[in-house]
């Protein structure tokens, strides 16, 4: 079992940032892939970006130049760097962990309880 506990969510200006956190626990050394997902009202849940153990990674071309996601092995940590956020980015984030790949919604196979982003403009 692993449990994913997201935070750093808030609601900030366009044009700010934000840093969002999510801490592994359990058996996370057999997750080879963590990412980051979003789903906004009335939208689908759309990955944002992933990294695998080895430090490559996949951004949506919505987010690319100006999230960044990274991971802390050491400390279990994911973290997704955001800035220059606009109001499209608004929407409940969560966490995703999967032995094989979670740049698809099949793949993952443990969720967070999501952090909420708001960007006003």
């Known amino acids: 079992q692993v449990q994913l506990v997201e935070s750093g969510g808030g609601l900030v200006q366009a044009g700010g940032s934000l840093r969002l956190s999510c801490a592994a626990s359990?058996?996370?050394?057999?997750?080879?892939?963590m990412g980051w997902y979003r789903q906004a009202p009335g939208k689908e849940r759309e990955v944002v970006a992933v990294?695998?153990?080895?430090?490559?990674?996949y951004y949506a071309d919505s987010v690319k130049g100006r999230f960044t996601i990274s991971r802390d092995n050491a400390k279990n940590t994911l973290y997704l760097q955001m800035n220059s956020l606009k109001p499209e980015d608004t929407a409940m984030y969560y966490c995703?962990?999967?032995?094989?790949?979670?740049?698809?919604?099949?793949?993952?196979?443990?969720w967070g309880q999501g952090t909420q982003v708001t960007v006003s403009s």
């Open positions: 995703a962990a999967g032995r094989v790949t979670v740049v698809v919604a099949t793949g993952v196979e443990y």
């Open positions: 359990g058996s996370i050394f057999s997750m080879r892939t």
């Open positions: 990294i695998n153990i080895g430090g490559s990674t």
